[in-house]
């Protein structure tokens, strides 16, 4: 029986293909098994199952430019694309030595327990999701598989927050938002289809699912 992450994950992909079809195409086919190794042996930190779920479902979005650099058209939800494994080390190499010191002043200057997360303290992260190449949400490492892994959302330009509570909270998140409403499409003049969002009904929905994040902002 399908669990329901990846129901979830279902769900999302079937509202992609009846509202907004050139983000559906998008998506690449999932990863087997056995195509992990290439790309995460070199990792030095474990990744939650939900991480394996999420890429053998979809291997990321197209991209039609430089993944360090440029901008995915596609968007997986409103604003972001979400990156291939391959995209997704490619920004990891490109930015390590920015996110780091991100982290190295999250860990210093911020009292709070999350700072202290071992994926801060070690600069362990994949970035998940891109909105421009300055701005992403960053799936946070662990070094045991029974470990947190929330994820953080980084603009180099204005720091960090932590967005969602793990992989779980994201997906469930996201699902919520595609079934209620709070994500819709809106056509402009030019005749492309838009994924926009209600943005005070989405912070009620990441609140319902991401209670340790919201808990560390109040």
Known sequence: ???????????????????????????????????????????????????????????????????????????????????????????HDAYFEIVREIFEYEARETKQGHSSHYGIVNCCFLPILTLDHRTHIFLLGNNREDGSYPLVYIAFDDGLSFCFDSLSGMISTFFECFKSGAYYTQQRPSGEVELRQNSEACRQIERRFNPICYRNLS
């Open 1 to 91: 029986m399908m669990n329901t992450f990846k129901q979830n994950l279902k769900y999302i992909e079937n509202w992609l293909e009846r509202n907004n079809r050139e983000s559906y195409f998008a998506l690449e086919e999932g990863l087997e098994a056995d195509e992990f190794p290439k790309y995460l042996d070199d990792l030095d930190f474990s990744l939650p199952k939900h991480f394996y779920d999420l890429y053998e479902w979809r291997n990321g979005m197209e991209w039609y430019d430089n993944p360090t650099y440029g901008m995915s058209p596609y968007r997986l939800i409103p604003g972001y694309t979400f990156n291939s494994l391959e995209a997704s080390l490619e920004i």
